[in-house]
């Protein structure tokens, strides 16, 4: 043959992939140093290398997946349907069977269910995959790997680029494998690149490679190899050329200086959102979510089940605490509770107002408990065995009686003496609250029954609610905070597990290979979220308004309350979507989503009133999500406010600007940073 027909012969020769002068760095460690490659159409191209040298670097430099710091890359593919890559970790989701799996990829690939029945069929020939309905879970590393090769085959690619496709299969299936690559190559005219450690299977491949340094140092058919190097195996012919270190050294020195610029392109799908990759994605979602029962437990049960302890334990009156007393008035035995001899101020009435306070209070939740010696009650005051201890004294009804008819004449010694506890200031409120309205009242109870002025002994004024529902409880002003943590905290912490999953799995990647947007996926999740969201806070609402009755007034203002509800959960959605992107690891993530909401939380007045907070911390809390929302709640429902309101405006316009702001700080993020979503693998 001469030169001319030779030049000829060359040029007709057609690469899918061709790498020329790559360079590529991981901080000061040089991977690529200046790098050239080249893969034929139809054959198949074993690339070796010590671990660590960059082999799997490189494979992803080809797809696009990493940019390169200069050099030229040319793949020979027009979309995602071209290429076919399986990486080196198994990136599956491991809930899923093995057919669901391949459904899933199947449908991303626009593969009809039947379609995706015969391929399966015929991949499960030489794959030997197991049962079908196996979970990936329950599948040996092996088998599992074996499911992730029939995936990179799955849409049948022109281009297969496999990374340690063989590790952990048995030597014979390997060879069936490696008999299917070859007749792929020769027959159907598949271009293959596989990386392998078992060297010795390289010697099927049409030309190996063998990189070192952050370079191809030899490059050819495997026999040619041996020829050159005069050795039996390639093992040994590698051995020799790594001796030669010198060599290499210089090579890469020479090579260094002429770095070029990037030629690399990224193989994609059009820019479109595609509905029926959704619709993949909602499957494949709503069927990993479905199987995770932690997970379930925390974005619906919890939510109720916390709503319940909300409801029972926060903010209600406190009930059964021990109140000791001494009744220096009359034995509680001898107590007459009807007035069967007229009034109880008048002489002849055997009746006393102590008997009628003590049975007042203990029919009022206070377990109260008769002491025998005043001293010894009043020292036990130390020991946290009694929030209070009431003191009759002998003429308390008669001192009653002189300080209604004439307070100038009254005794003193005729009060009574009531001990709180300094334990917790709600208990010492409660108490004194409690005894002080008691009394009050059976004074005013007992004026009226003896015919008498009942506010004569009171103070001449009168509390009354104008507008809104009446609020009897601490936890009937604060029920829609909680509510709203409820909306916020759940959808935040069940995006930023998921998106979680999918980045450090490796799954979010994998799915991108085959055509999958990251927009696609924000959206298949915000569907979801939205359907527990709605679950979420419509279960909160029901158990807070129908059951424990918090007073809720139905305006049209409800329109609103839902509307908040709503964008509340979506910021939470978004603020979990923003920590996944900064987050390294899941629990990183979950962490910072409930250190944060238990921060708003705190801060948003469902603990302690705004009002107690120092000036600026206030301005703070107030235009914190979970507070502002949930304030705004609280207005509609309690007051009867409406979008006629201006506080009811601007705290829309504020929550719609917070979901806004979220929105463009992703957007951002996204431009700034292009694989924010993504771990290669
Ligand atoms: N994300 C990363 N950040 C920093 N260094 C990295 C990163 N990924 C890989 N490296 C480093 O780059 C080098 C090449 O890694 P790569 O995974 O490409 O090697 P490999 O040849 O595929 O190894 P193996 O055969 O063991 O899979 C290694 O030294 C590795 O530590």
């Known amino acids: 043959m001469n030169k001319m027909e030779q030049n000829m012969k060359e040029e007709k020769i057609k690469y899918d992939i061709t790498v020329t002068n790559a360079f590529k760095k991981y901080g000061q460690n040089n991977v690529f140093n200046g790098l050239n490659m080249a893969v034929k159409s139809g054959s198949i191209y074993g690339l070796l290398g010590p671990s660590g040298c960059g082999k799997s670097t490189l494979l992803q430099c080809i797809l696009g997946a990493l940019p390169l710091d200069s050099g030229c890359i040319d793949l020979q593919a027009k979309s995602v349907d071209d290429v076919g890559y399986m990486p080196q970790d198994l990136c599956l989701e491991v809930t899923l069977t093995i057919k669901e799996t391949f459904e899933y990829y199947g449908s991303l690939y626009r593969i009809s269910k039947i379609n995706i029945k015969n391929k399966l069929d015929e991949l499960n020939k030489f794959l030997q995959l197991t ?71 390289a010697n099927k491949s049409d030309c190996v490679g063998l990189m070192r340094n952050g370079l191809i140092i030899e490059e050819g058919p495997p026999q040619d190899i ?121 002489e002849i009435s055997n009746q006393t107002m102590s008997c009628v306070i003590i049975n007042y209070l203990s029919s009022h939740d206070y377990d109260l408990v008769e002491v025998q010696d005043r ?26 009686t002189k300080y209604i008819n004439d307070r100038q004449y009254f005794d003193l010694e005729s009060r009574i003496f009531v001990h709180l506890t300094n334990e917790n200031i709600l208990f010492k409120n409660q108490i004194s609250i409690d005894v002080l309205q008691s009394i009050n009242y059976l004074i005013m109870e007992t004026l009226n029954s003896c015919s008498n002025n009942p506010v004569s002994i009171g103070v001449p004024l009168e509390f009354n609610n104008l507008f809104g529902k009446e609020v009897k409880s601490f936890s009937n002003g604060i029920v829609t905070l909680f509510i709203a943590m409820v909306a916020f905290y759940f959808p935040s912490v069940f995006v930023v597990s998921v998106m979680m999953s999918e980045k450090m799995d490796g799954l979010l990647s994998r799915s991108m290979f085959a055509g ?46 839902v ?103 992703l957007i951002v993020l996204g431009k700034i940073k292009k694989d924010l979503w993504v771990i290669q693998k």
Not at 290 to 308: C, H, K, M, W
Not at 620 to 633: A, C, E
């Open 131 to 201: 049962d079908l309905n196996s979970y990936i879970k329950e599948i040996s590393g092996g088998q599992s790997r074996r499911v992730s090769l029939g995936i990179s085959l799955l849409h049948d690619p022109k281009i297969m680029i496999l990374d340690e496709p063989t590790v952990g299969v048995d030597p014979l299936l390997r060879e069936g494998i490696w008999a299917e690559f070859t007749k792929m190559a020769k027959e159907q005219k598949k271009t293959i690149i596989i990386t392998t450690h078992y060297i010795e299977e």
């Open 375 to 400: 001293e010894v009650a009043e020292a036990s005051m130390n020991h946290k065995k009694y929030t209070a201890f009431i003191y009759f004294p002998k003429n308390f009804t008669s001192g009653l």
């Open 563 to 665: 509307l908040l509800l709503l964008l509340l959960g979506w910021i939470g959605f978004l603020f979990g979507l923003l920590t996944a992107v900064i987050s390294t690891t899941k629990l990183g993530g979950v962490y910072i989503i409930t250190g944060s909401s238990m921060t708003q939380f705190i801060l948003s007045g469902a603990i302690w009133p705004l009002e107690g907070q120092p000036q600026l911390l206030r301005q703070v809390s107030k235009l914190l999500p979970i507070r502002l929302v949930g304030n705004i709640m609280n207005d509609i429902a309690i007051k009867g406010w409406t979008l006629d309101h201006p506080s009811v405006i601007t705290g829309t316009s504020l929550t719609v600007l917070y979901t806004i702001l979220l929105i463009l700080v």
């Open 516 to 561: 999958v947007k990251i927009l696609e996926l924000i959206i298949s999740m915000l569907c979801i979220t939205t359907v527990l969201l709605l679950l979420q806070t419509s279960s909160s609402c029901f158990i807070s308004y129908f059951l424990f009755l918090n007073p809720i007034q139905i305006t049209n203002g409800i329109f609103v309350y």
């Open 226 to 346: 041996l020829v050159k190097y005069g050795t039996d195996t390639l093992e040994s012919a590698f051995l020799t050329i790594c001796c030669n270190q010198r060599t290499i050294t210089k090579k890469v020195d020479n090579i260094v200086q002429v770095k070029e610029k990037i030629q690399q392109k990224k193989i994609t799908e059009s820019e479109n959102v595609n509905l029926y990759r959704i619709k993949a994605l909602l499957k494949k979602n709503y069927r990993v979510c479905s199987r995770d029962y932690l997970l379930l437990f925390t974005v619906i049960l919890l939510p109720i089940l916390q709503t319940f302890n909300f409801c029972m334990a926060i903010g209600v009156p406190f009930k059964g605490m021990q109140i000791a007393y001494k009744n220096d008035e009359i034995n509680i035995l001898d107590c007459q509770y009807s007035n069967v001899n007229g009034c109880i101020f008048d």
